[in-house]
């Protein structure tokens, strides 16, 4: 029986168990449901021993535990392999608006709905049917590359405890490439490959005047107004191409590759629809040069997320305010660092402030790094073949806007990354009525069988 030919013998086998993971309500950022990770960690452990992995091990943090099983190659020489993904969950408020219980998994037609199916139990666990289904077909006792899944417990509450975890067990995680099982495709029929994930940093803007709120009689225009300085800095933060101003916040940026540019123009964009989804926008803005996805993919940003100051109840209130305030976040792509551009940030508003004003600038955190795999590396290529043999169709490239723990897995492991993922961006992860599609699972459970064979070759 070949690859393909298992898993459709054994899907009933497998969403059966995959609905019994499922069930366990594993929400890392509860803490009334910490136990409830607990418990979902020794499910998978407990599975990954029955299915055959010779070390499986739930790995302690001072949070919440993750899953470790290691399955060596026959061939002592052959690369290594980490497997990345996570088993607790988000929230599921607001109840009322979820169709059937969250975690009462529900098939409806070709849809398995319940929290965790695609992010990130889904994605998961069709790694352990692909690798079934590999060794069945070859009649294999091992797979032709050694394979390290590493499953964590807090990536929904921001991963707190994995870069400790990453160093501590450096030495047990060797591995010549990190495979990630935690992102999307375009869509059920337009196959794709992700390639990068945006980074993260956030600060927040202090100005302060008068020590006390003045009346704007008898002082206004004659004195430093917080709220004109603050509007002042953040018109300024962007130049009148959409370009962020902060000294040298292009100086790492990986540029879009001429390459990356016409396959993203391949992929079937409806501006008009993507802006509907995007809250009824009236129209696309940013960086002028670039398209819209590649400003959402591959171009950093800067977004002023709130700003207060002054009076904001009823009525007139005519007063020169004795402070404002502002929230900014940068988005960031490969190969910035949030602290670097969090000092050019302090910096560039130490030089721009005011006479009478006092700045402060607060960054609550280190921020979270991007992570970028370019398009023509031999372990993208190997996955890119994998999917093209699974789903019988081109595969395109993507990127996406979001921020995880990948940078960490690749800069503590010293080993590149490779996305292998089939949620759909409608699969309402983090939101009421999650879903995966049923087939997909199948798919990638087939493209994952297909890379271990493909990296093989293609890491020595």
Not at 3 to 20: C, H, R, S, T
Not at 47 to 53: A, I
Not at 261 to 268: G, K, S, T
Not at 429 to 446: D, F, Q, S, T, Y
Request: hydrophobic content about 40%; some cysteine; proline content about 7%.
């Amino acid at each position: 029986m070949d690859v393909a030919g298992y898993i459709q013998a054994n899907k009933a086998e497998f969403f059966a168990d995959l609905k019994e993971w499922l069930a366990i309500p594993s929400i890392s950022g509860h803490p009334g449901h910490a136990e409830d990770v607990r418990r979902s960690a020794q499910w998978l452990a407990t599975y990954l021993r029955t299915m055959g992995f010779p070390t499986v091990e739930v790995w302690e943090t001072e949070g919440l535990p993750a899953v470790f099983a290691e399955w060596p190659a026959a061939d002592p020489d052959a690369p290594a392999v980490v497997v990345y993904g996570h088993h607790d969950v988000q929230p599921v408020e607001p109840l009322d608006e979820w169709e059937t219980d969250p975690f009462t998994p529900v098939e409806d037609g070709d849809r398995l709905i319940a929290r965790g199916a695609s992010d990130d139990k889904g994605q998961v666990f069709f790694h352990t049917l692909g690798l079934r289904a590999l060794m069945a077909a070859g009649d294999a006792a091992a797979p032709p590359v050694t394979i390290k899944l590493l499953v964590e417990g807090e990536e929904e509450s921001g991963s707190v405890h994995f870069a400790e975890l990453l160093r501590e067990h450096r030495d047990r995680l060797a591995c010549d490439a990190v495979v990630i099982s935690d992102t999307t495709m375009w869509s059920a029929d337009v196959p794709s490959i992700c390639t990068g994930m945006r980074g993260l940093t956030e600060v927040e803007l202090s100005l302060y005047g008068p020590d006390t709120d003045l009346h704007s009689g008898s002082f206004g225009g004659a004195v430093p107004n917080p709220l004109h300085a603050l509007a002042d800095l953040l018109a300024a933060l962007h130049d009148a191409d959409g370009r962020v101003t902060l000294p040298g916040f292009y100086d790492d940026v990986v540029p879009v590759t001429d390459e990356e540019r016409e396959l993203f123009a391949r992929l079937p964009f409806d501006e008009a629809a993507w802006l509907r989804t995007a809250g009824n926008s009236r129209a696309a803005h940013g960086e002028k040069g670039h398209t819209t996805l590649e400003r959402v993919w591959a171009r950093p940003t800067a977004e002023v997320n709130g700003m207060w100051g002054g009076h904001t109840g009823h009525g007139g209130k005519t007063i020169v305010p004795r402070e404002a305030h502002a929230k900014i976040s940068f988005r960031l792509v490969a190969h910035q660092e949030p602290r670097k551009v969090q000092e050019a940030f302090r910096a560039w508003v130490a030089e721009r402030t005011p006479p009478g004003i006092r700045a402060e600038v607060t960054i609550p955190g280190g921020g979270v790094r991007p992570c970028f795999s370019p398009i023509d590396s031999p372990g993208v290529r190997a996955a890119q073949r994998a999917m093209e043999r699974a789903f019988g169709k081109p595969v395109l490239f993507t990127r996406e806007g979001g921020s995880g723990p990948e940078a960490d897995l690749a800069d503590i492991l010293g080993a590149p990354l490779i996305f292998l993922a089939v949620g759909l961006d409608e699969d309402r992860i983090h939101a009421p009525n999650e879903k995966v599609e049923m087939p997909l699972l199948l798919k990638g459970a087939e493209a994952a069988a297909y890379l271990w064979e493909e990296l093989a070759t293609a890491l020595r």
